[in-house]
């Protein structure tokens, strides 16, 4: 049968030693003198060093050229040299772990949600900067709901900066043809990809990643547990998954992905790619699909049949989803929040000062680049309270909103903070950033998926290989016994 995926990525991993180093841009200071920062809403501290160190987890050539412009207008205002580096998302939590262990963490990180809870309970994130940052920028210009999300053990641990919404996207001319309800509960989605797939012809009603290796495996499966009310874990540190909800979200899963995707792991990649080519009929992913869906990136073309009579064939005929319920009345969406974290080896001077340039001089810079997935959490200014807020969705030629209407921004734009996250808000995010860092969800899944385990058994393992990650973990259940018992 082959190696287990577990074990597959655990190798991989230590293929990684050494770590690859990311590519680095150091931004010298300007010779001639120049004018100091205007004024911005806060008075900002005299910055003492000379460099500041930032990991950006982007490496695309867009952002490479947006970052580099930022950090010239920086270094030109605070005689301050830049250094970035331009990390993969993929490699980020191994980088951070071994600059840990080796003194070397940098100043600023910008990163996923899933990490800051977890990285400030390690002593990694300074949370006294943030709290210091955030209240120089303005506490109340931020999204309430995304400060509740960055916050552990009563402080600030990050200061959130965009976020996007998960998407479900449908073939709407296939769900009228064959009349079709929106797939926004399980029972509509099951019967949809059902009526889609077609064997014959390469055409699979259901297509998400499913790989080990991605964080976006878990992901997927989060939301639609959450769209069934399953929750990973309570206020009190007991682990839920063996409850019905989650059991029920995990047999939904397993039958859908196992009858109606395509045959062997699928990634972001294959998942975009079907989708694009007309091969599938309802897919799940993030707002990076909207713009391919429009013919706007040269290198990646919609080419399904329709698509080489018109360009935007896939936008104007697919239908847009943020939310999904499971078998009971309360539907669920996911979101995912990037956020600026200052380290314990920062100095708070310099840190705090490259933190309010991001948030007002340079803040407009960073959400132009794939603006679809960048809906900003600093919602404006003291001066303009909606300033940035407001102008998502609306910018650019052509914008979200020529494309795909008012409604829709209104649906990708409203509530991005306050969607639920497993484990955050009960106030055990540091779990999920070791959920996240082994890929513990992901790994079982495809376990799941290539045979190794039934849906009944693979609860079992999620639940131990978790429960094994909580320290004097107290409730303990022999699911073993539980399973034997509900057979018999």
């Not at 296939?174 to 390469?202: G, I, K, S």
């Not at 794939?370 to 300033?387: D, F, H, I, L, Y």
């Not at 996240?436 to 639940?463: H, R, V």
Request: glycine share 6%.
């Amino acid at each position: 049968m082959g190696t287990p995926p577990r074990l597959e990525v655990e190798a991989t991993r230590a293929a990684w030693t050494p770590t690859p180093t990311p590519e680095k841009l150091l931004l010298p200071v300007e010779d001639t003198p120049v004018a100091t920062m205007p004024a911005a809403e806060a008075t900002l501290p005299t910055a003492p060093y000379q460099t500041i160190k930032v990991w950006v987890n982007e490496t695309s050539a867009e952002h490479r050229a947006a970052l580099q412009q930022m950090a010239a207008e920086f270094t030109a205002v605070n005689q301050i040299d830049v250094e970035l580096m331009f990390v993969s998302p993929l490699l980020l939590p191994n980088l951070v772990n071994t600059a840990v262990l080796s003194n070397t963490l940098p100043d600023i990180i910008i990163h996923p949600l899933e990490y800051t809870a977890g990285w400030a309970e390690r002593g990694v994130l300074n949370a006294n900067a943030a709290e210091t940052a955030v209240n120089q920028i303005g506490r109340d210009t931020f999204d309430p709901a995304a400060l509740e999300l960055v916050t552990a053990g009563g402080q600030i641990a990050a200061l959130p900066s965009d976020g996007y919404k998960q998407l479900l996207i449908y073939r709407t001319d296939w769900f009228d043809e064959a009349n079709l309800a929106v797939p926004d509960n399980f029972a509509a989605m099951f019967a949809a990809a059902e009526t889609t797939t077609d064997r014959e012809n390469l055409r699979s009603g259901f297509v998400i990643p499913t790989e080990s290796n991605l964080v976006t495996t878990h992901q997927a499966f989060e939301q639609i547990a959450l769209a069934n009310g399953c929750d990973l874990i309570d206020n009190k540190g007991e682990v839920l998954l063996p409850e019905p909800p989650c059991r029920e979200a995990l047999d939904f899963y397993y039958r859908i992905v196992n009858q109606f995707s395509p045959i062997g792991v699928q990634t972001d990649t294959s998942t975009r790619n079907a989708y694009l080519a007309g091969r599938t009929g309802l897919i799940m992913a993030g707002p990076e699909m909207l713009p391919l869906l429009a013919g706007l990136d040269a290198a990646l073309p919609p080419t399904c049949p329709e698509c080489a009579d018109d360009a935007r064939f896939l936008a104007e005929n697919s239908g847009i989803l943020t939310e999904i319920q499971g078998t009971g009345s309360t539907a669920a969406g996911f979101s995912n929040l990037r956020n600026l974290g200052i380290t314990n080896a920062a100095n708070v001077d310099t840190a705090v000062v490259f933190a309010n340039f991001w948030f007002n001089e340079g803040y407009e810079t960073w959400l132009a680049v794939n603006s679809e997935r960048k809906v900003p959490m600093r919602w404006g200014t003291a001066v303009n309270p909606t300033q940035f807020i407001d102008a998502w969705g609306y910018t650019g030629t052509p914008s979200l909103a020529e494309l795909y209407g008012d409604e829709v921004i209104a649906q990708l734009r409203d509530g991005v903070a306050a969607a639920p996250r497993w484990g955050i808000r009960q106030g055990q995010g540091a779990l999920l950033t070791t959920l996240y860092e082994k890929l513990t969800i992901a790994i079982t899944l495809q376990e799941m998926l290539s045979g190794y385990f039934n849906p009944a058994q693979t609860i079992i393992e999620a639940y131990n290989r978790i429960t094994a990650q909580i320290p004097n973990y107290q409730y303990d259940r022999d699911l073993e016994e539980e399973l034997q018992e509900s057979e018999n």
